[in-house]
């Protein structure tokens, strides 16, 4: 009985360890949700946040929008780009917010993917919407940029107030 109780203890702490350190490795500071202290893009280990939130999705059954949006960031600091954009993808469509925001940013600077800047304003007000205060940021760098067809410095400063 001894056995099965120390067993069913690893295995749990084993669980957690992977969920906490994929949070860990992979915190964003845009993320609402973030549940430790967030890390620089450039200080990412991607090989290891990749691997922990490999882990983290395969055991968790919840809430695993986080970490294929934090998995996302250690594809995208490695260069990964199309395993990236579908990670962030699919956390997106799982409703992540935090995810919704790296996927305007995504198409609004179009490093990883093509640029549109119509697609990046609407993704940036509904992750607004969900909570996501840097994407007020998003949105004011977009509307002083005279290359978007909704070009607007008023709009710009409305937005960057919300940030």
């Known amino acids: 009985m001894h056995i099965i109780i120390v067993m069913i203890f690893i295995a749990f702490a084993s669980k957690v360890t992977a969920l906490e350190n994929c949070d860990i490795l992979g915190s964003l500071e845009a993320d609402p949700l973030k549940k430790t202290v967030p890390v620089k893009f450039e200080d990412l280990q991607y090989l290891k946040l990749i691997d922990a939130c490999t882990e ?8 695993i929008g986080r970490y294929y949006l934090l998995r996302a960031r250690g594809y995208l600091r490695s260069g990964s780009y199309e395993k990236a954009i579908s990670d962030i993808k ?15 940013t995504l198409h609004h ?6 640029k549109d ?3 990046a304003e609407f993704l940036y007000k509904l992750a607004y919407s969900n909570g996501v205060k840097w ?9 002083k940029d005279i290359s978007f067809s909704r070009y607007n410095l008023k709009l710009s400063h409305e937005w960057l107030e919300k940030f």
Request: glycine share 8%; hydrophobic share 50%.
């Open 109 to 114: 600077f179009g490093e990883a993917m093509p």
């Open 56 to 63: 983290a999705i395969e055991i968790q059954d919840h809430h």
């Open 117 to 119: 800047l119509t697609r």
């Open 90 to 104: 699919h956390s997106h469509d799982l409703g992540y917010a935090a995810a919704t925001f790296a996927f305007a």
């Open 135 to 143: 994407a007020a940021q998003g949105l004011s760098i977009l509307y």
